[in-house]
Every structure is written in structure tokens, then in C-alpha cells.
Antibody, heavy 119, light 107 residues
């Protein structure tokens, strides 16, 4: 069965970059689907950040477009999130998820990782 | 962006009651709405896709309805394991957006 697992620093300083890895097992990310990052802020608001498709194309939430990059390492079956110039407002639990191609629902999620932005 | 408004924010019920959770879209989105359940310290779980389509492994007491701008998630006879937060998500247009959630709590 497919599993996704986020990893990365739990604490990032303001103005620095946030970098997270999503490791996927049970499915090859180049075989299909889109691979998304979603975050949940304190207070429960959820935000879709963007995705990288099985073909390698990307699509980002315009609210983040100048700060976000999603890339992948197909040899390791991983995809990555980089968010630049973070502020305390980027403190959230970050999830990676598999996004249904074209239909865009999320059937598989990682367990989430809390990232706190603080000096 | 399409804004999804969920109501109520909190719903207090007794186990065994049946409930309806609302999700309203800021514009017509056909049936492009999906529902998730999130328990504390867990990741979201897909309950319903495309407004009313069931998901394998999800109990039959969960059902969805609606089209256009108004959508409903219904839980027939709430069980203790159902007390959690419920989100709707639209896939009609990018950026994908989520509602603010409805917390179902024990009365």
C-alpha cells in the first residue's frame, strides 16, 4: 500500500528557507498522479500549496508563487518543498499528499510534520 | 479563488443523533466538492468524493449531497469515533481550496 512520509527541520528562523522531503513507498511517483503539499495552520485553516505532476510539471498556489518551489528526485522516489523568506505566519503542520490526476482529491496523505518559524 | 464556507463551526451532538454539515461555495462548482475527516494528531481521511460518491472502506453512515453552491455531509447516527473535524475541499478550479472546518463534538 502507498505510504507518504514527511521529514525536515521542525524549527526554521524567520527570513530563512523551509525545506521538507516527502518519501513515497508503495508507488512510483513517475507512474501517475500529482504530488501535493498542503499545510494546516494553527486554528485549523488548510491551504493547498502546489503540486508536481508525475511528468515533472508544477503548479503553485498564486498566494505563494514567488516563494515556493516543488521538485523531485525520481531515483529516490521523493519530492520536495522549498518555501523561501519564511515568517512566523508560515508556522503550520505540513502534509504531502497524492492528488488524483485531473479530479484533484486527496486519498493518501503523510502523517504531517510541524514546522515552527521562530527566532 | 473559490471560498468555501462551512457551518456551523462547531456542532455539539449526542451519540446516536443524525447530523448535517454544510459547505457553501462562493460560486457554482457543479459537484466538485470532497469531504474529509481529521481526528486529532492524524492526517485527513477522504470520506466522500464529488459531492456524493462513496469511498471504499468508509462506513455507510456517511453520505454527501448537493451541487452548484450548496453541499451537505450527513452522518446517520453519530458514533463516538466520529467526533472530529470535517473539511470540504473544492476541485473545480485552481487554486484548490478548503473550508474552515466543522468540529463535531460530544454534547
Amino acid at each position: 500500500e502507498i505510504q507518504l512520509q514527511e521529514s525536515g527541520p521542525g524549527l526554521v528562523k524567520p527570513s530563512q528557507s523551509l525545506s521538507l522531503t516527502c518519501s513515497v513507498t508503495g508507488y512510483t511517483i513517475t507512474s501517475g498522479y500529482d504530488w501535493s503539499w498542503i499545510r494546516k495552520f494553527p486554528g485549523n485553516k488548510m491551504e493547498w500549496m502546489g503540486y508536481i505532476s508525475y511528468s515533472g510539471s508544477t503548479n503553485y498556489n498564486p498566494s505563494l508563487k514567488s516563494r515556493i518551489s516543488i521538485t523531485r528526485d525520481t531515483s529516490k522516489n521523493q519530492f520536495f518543498l522549498q518555501l523561501n523568506s519564511v515568517t512566523t505566519e508560515d508556522t503550520a503542520t505540513y502534509y504531502c499528499a497524492r492528488q488524483q490526476l485531473y479530479l484533484r482529491w486527496f486519498a493518501y496523505w503523510g502523517q504531517g510534520t510541524l514546522v515552527t518559524v521562530s527566532s | 479563488d473559490i471560498v468555501l464556507t462551512q457551518s456551523p463551526a462547531t456542532l455539539s451532538v449526542t451519540p446516536g443523533e443524525s447530523v448535517s454539515l454544510s459547505c457553501r461555495a462562493s460560486q457554482g462548482i457543479s459537484t466538485s466538492i470532497h469531504w474529509y475527516q481529521q481526528k486529532s494528531n492524524e492526517s485527513p481521511r477522504l470520506l466522500i468524493k464529488y459531492a456524493s460518491q462513496s469511498i471504499s472502506g468508509i462506513p455507510s453512515r456517511f453520505s454527501g449531497s448537493g451541487s452548484g453552491t450548496d453541499f451537505t455531509l450527513s452522518i446517520n447516527r453519530v458514533e463516538s469515533e466520529d467526533f472530529s473535524v470535517y473539511y470540504c475541499q473544492q476541485s473545480y478550479s485552481l487554486p484548490l481550496t478548503f473550508g474552515s472546518g466543522t468540529k463535531l463534538e460530544i454534547k
